[in-house]
């Protein structure tokens, strides 16, 4: 099996069901914000504060192309697919999941101060702001292999609904190695 992929803005799951989704799956989970963390020392919201953002996106860059191509779940960041050649990578490589949320559930879930204050692009930005950001991003996540629906699932229903999708494709799609 090729790497999973999982992409989508801020809150909508990422972290959370790519920890379970790799449980289910036996494979390892790899979140891109941590492997920056580890290479760099610094948390994300440290790399913001001294480095800048367009930093922080080539740190980004680099850890998804270190990241294994099998057996893995890889948890992205909410702005990985901003670089177009990292959406075609994993595309490539992999199979991309888009975890779809309209914008009020994500924000119900980002208020969360434990949540805000861990997100660099949520503490300069006002909610239209934020939104503005959303609908710039969504065309890219539309891009996916595979959409998956958030909006009043809980995350197990998430990882269940997930599975069932690559349940449903053959050998070929999940392992593009194989003609
Ligand atoms: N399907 C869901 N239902 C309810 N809360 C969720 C769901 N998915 C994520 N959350 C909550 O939203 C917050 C952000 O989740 P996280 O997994 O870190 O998202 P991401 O990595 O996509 O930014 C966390 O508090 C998490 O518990
Ligand atoms: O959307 C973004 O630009 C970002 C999303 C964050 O990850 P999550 O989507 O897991 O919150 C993290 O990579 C960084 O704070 C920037
Ligand atoms: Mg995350």
């Not at 504060?49 to 948890?75: C, K, W």
Request: with cysteine; aromatic share 8%.
């Amino acid at each position: 099996m090729n790497t999973i992929y999982l992409v989508g803005f801020m809150g909508c799951g990422k972290t959370s069901v790519g920890k379970l989704l790799s449980k289910q799956l036996e494979v390892p989970p790899y979140d891109v914000d941590s492997t920056v963390e580890k290479l760099r020392g610094k948390s994300i919201k440290e790399i913001f504060q001294s480095e800048g953002e367009d930093t922080f996106r080539n740190y980004e860059s680099l850890a998804i192309r270190q990241l294994p191509l099998e057996h893995a779940v890889v948890m992205t960041g909410g702005g990985a697919v901003v670089r177009e050649e990292n959406l075609s990578y994993m595309k490539d490589k992999g199979i991309v999941i888009y975890l779809k949320t309209s914008f009020p559930v994500l924000w119900n879930r980002l208020m969360n101060e434990e949540e805000r204050k861990k997100r660099p692009m949520l503490l300069t930005r006002t909610k239209e702001e934020v939104q503005a950001l959303f609908g710039e991003r969504s065309k890219h996540y539309e891009k996916c292999d595979i959409e998956i629906v958030t909006d009043h699932f809980t995350t197990e229903e998430v990882c269940h609904q997930i599975l069932e999708k690559l349940n449903r494709l053959n050998t070929k799609q999940l392992d593009k190695t194989k003609k």
